[in-house]
């Protein structure tokens, strides 16, 4: 569970930091956008007061600066207009379409929706107005925080996805090393006990407990042979489902708990069904082993199996304290446990026999918390 927590932790932080970012840099985007407005702003102010020294002049006004600041302006798109509207002139619009009205009259009500317009007050009581669009530098810059974010949402995007697949690329690799590892290392003991028991059975021991001590050394083997597998794509065959569930039920019955009652609920006819019969008990046994753990006090286990014209249905059923809804995906992550001295890697290792090896699903169906769960295995028949 600390594990897990932690992993949780920090994908929370790098989630946080990459939006503070994001949110940084968009606000202060937006900030030197405002400044260019407000730049852009007191440039028309200055244009319009140009313009209205130009139209109101006589014979003995310089018109040198005026004309500079006129001709100085060579990325605002302006558009003069009379007091009824009319265009009267304009500048640093799309010079291909200048003398098309419907253009001229498109540009003007977006001038209109961008900025307030300015009046230019002449003689006489006459009135014009100066109406203007943002520079191109300013559109980009609007839409600029929103491309920045949606990059850097990609990149996010993109680096999960590449961090998820190295991670489950290593995990692999560990899963693979550490089962042939442990299958090398119990090879040898494994072999000399089944040596031992060979002489037991020739000694004046019980012949029960002898039987008993078989039973243990043959479920090394099998755990053995279960590590073996892991990391190459095993071989399926027809098997009874029937005959698996019951010998696992069988064997954790004789070495659990004597106050959970285990119970099977199968068909009267046999299920075949294409499996590993050595990986397959191995996640039948981590599902009824979680069942028992969950059990508090007394209660019981119960196998059910069914199957559909497209599936075999397995539902391991337990009368524990159940997972909260929020935790049903979670409890199949590595590291994920809530025991204090778990690994968290049965439900990991069960899901990847069942999703990787046998395609099938394997998932929490319902779960009421203190009185029942049920996880359900989904083969395709």
């Known amino acids: 569970m600390d594990i897990y927590r932690k992993k949780q932790r920090w994908k929370q932080i790098l989630f946080t930091s990459a939006v503070l970012i994001g949110v940084g840099s968009l606000c202060y985007t937006n900030r030197l956008v405002n400044q260019i407005q407000s730049t852009e702003r007191k440039k028309m102010e200055l244009w319009a007061e140009a313009i209205r020294i130009t139209n109101s002049a006589d014979f003995h006004t310089d018109l040198a600066f005026p004309f500079s600041v006129i001709e100085n302006n060579t990325h605002i798109p302006v558009i003069l207009t009379d007091s009824e509207g009319n265009i009267l002139n304009h500048k640093n619009l799309d010079s291909t379409r200048e003398k098309d009205p419907v253009y001229l009259e498109r540009q003007l009500e977006h001038a209109r929706l961008e900025n307030d317009s300015l009046v230019i007050n002449l003689a006489a009581d006459e009135k014009q107005y100066l109406h203007y669009r943002d520079s191109i530098l300013l559109r980009k810059m609007i839409y600029f925080p929103y491309v920045q974010l949606g990059v850097i949402v990609l990149f996010i995007l993109v680096s999960y996805i590449a961090f998820s697949i190295s991670r489950k690329a290593e995990q692999n690799e560990v899963w693979t090393g550490m089962s042939k590892e442990t299958a090398h290392q119990l090879g040898t003991p494994i072999s000399s006990l ?35 597998k892991i990391g190459s794509k095993p071989t399926l065959l027809e098997t009874d489902l029937n005959q698996i569930l019951q010998d696992n039920l069988n064997y954790i019955r004789n070495r659990g708990p004597k106050n959970i009652e285990y119970l099977l609920d199968l068909p009267d006819h046999s299920i075949i ?5 050595t990986l397959f008990e191995w996640v039948i046994e981590n599902l009824c082993k979680n069942a028992i753990d969950a059990i ?31 935790r049903f995906k979670t409890i199949f992550k590595p590291g994920y446990t809530t025991k204090k001295r778990g690994w968290g890697l049965g439900l990991s290792l069960s899901k990847r026999i069942i999703e990787s090896y046998h395609n099938g699903r394997i998932f929490v169906l319902s779960s009421d918390p203190g009185d029942s769960t049920i996880i359900r295995i989904m083969l395709k028949r």
Do not use: C, Y
């Not at 069904?273 to 019969?277: P, R």
């Open 296 to 326: 508090q006090d007394d209660g019981r286990v119960i196998l059910h199996a069914v199957e559909t014209d497209n599936n075999v249905i397995i539902d391991v059923e337990d009368s524990g304290k159940g997972i909260a809804k929020s």
């Open 194 to 228: 089944l040596g031992w028991m060979e002489l037991l059975k020739q000694s004046d021991l019980d012949p029960g407990t002898v039987s008993e001590m078989q039973k243990d050394a043959d479920r090394l083997e099998k755990i053995t042979a279960r590590f073996s």
């Open 273 to 277: 069904t294409k499996l590993n019969a």
